[in-house]
């Protein structure tokens, strides 16, 4: 079985200031950890993914993420946040099940990323 | 090169009728999973195919299918609608099957039923 839980339902921030996004996972094989974007009324984009290589994973649109196994979390973080990062980030975590078939995508409930000018 | 792409956009549908949905997946990806997001949670996995074999389900009941053609195409099913089943239906495709290859969404179809 695979949970993911995204601590905070809405996170506001000025722009220029930095970005933390906090996720937590839980799963019962080695699992690989995704982060996704939803612009409003866009499909999902992927920003970033760790499959049990770098800790440090570098994504698009300078977000990163670090993969801390002995704390289950996998925060999405950016120094500088801008205007255009406002959307819902989704925590995903993918692994394959007892029966060695795959368990899809688990998502988090998202967080909302407000930017304030 | 051309991302996922479902159609139709959106569907306007009553209950107890039935509906199906169809995804093209990227060119050369093998797996296509389908998702359901009802508004303002994250998506929930439905099924993953991948060489036209089920390969995942989720927690959904039966009245929900699909299927992969050759193609790679697939086709989501759902019989008996119930209001409930208003969402969006994402298709997600990638290379292979396996839970460290990243998906690619489409840009999902709205489903509305009345």
């Known amino acids: 079985a695979q949970s993911v839980t995204q601590l905070d339902s809405h996170v506001s921030v000025s722009e220029g200031t930095p970005v933390l996004l906090r996720c937590n996972y839980s799963s019962s094989y080695s699992p690989s950890l995704f982060w996704y974007v939803q612009h409003p009324n866009k499909g999902l984009q992927l920003l970033l993914k760790y499959t049990s290589a770098a800790t440090l994973v570098k994504g698009i649109n300078g977000f990163e993420a670090e993969f801390k196994k002995s704390e289950t979390s996998f925060h999405l973080t950016k120094p500088s946040a801008h205007m255009s990062d406002a959307a819902e980030y989704f925590c995903?975590?993918?692994?394959?099940?007892?029966?060695?078939?795959?368990?899809?995508?688990?998502f988090g409930k998202g967080t909302h990323l407000i930017i304030q000018p | 090169d051309a991302g996922v792409t479902q159609s139709p956009t959106h569907l306007i549908k009553t209950r107890g009728q039935h509906v199906t949905l169809r995804c093209s997946p990227i060119?050369?990806?093998?797996?296509v999973s389908w998702y359901q997001q009802v508004l303002g949670q994250g998506p929930q996995f439905i099924f993953q195919?991948?060489?036209?074999?089920?390969?995942g389900r989720g927690n959904f009941p039966d009245r929900f299918s699909a299927r992969q053609f050759p193609n790679y195409s697939s086709e989501l099913n759902v019989n008996a609608l119930l209001l409930g089943d208003s969402a969006l239906y994402l298709c997600a495709s990638s290379l292979e099957a396996g839970p460290s290859y990243e998906q690619y969404f489409g840009p999902g179809t709205r489903l509305t039923v009345t």
């Open positions: 060119s050369g990806h093998k797996s």
């Open positions: 195919y991948y060489e036209k074999e089920e390969r």
């Open positions: 995903v975590v993918s692994s394959r099940n007892s029966g060695g078939g795959a368990d899809g995508l688990t």
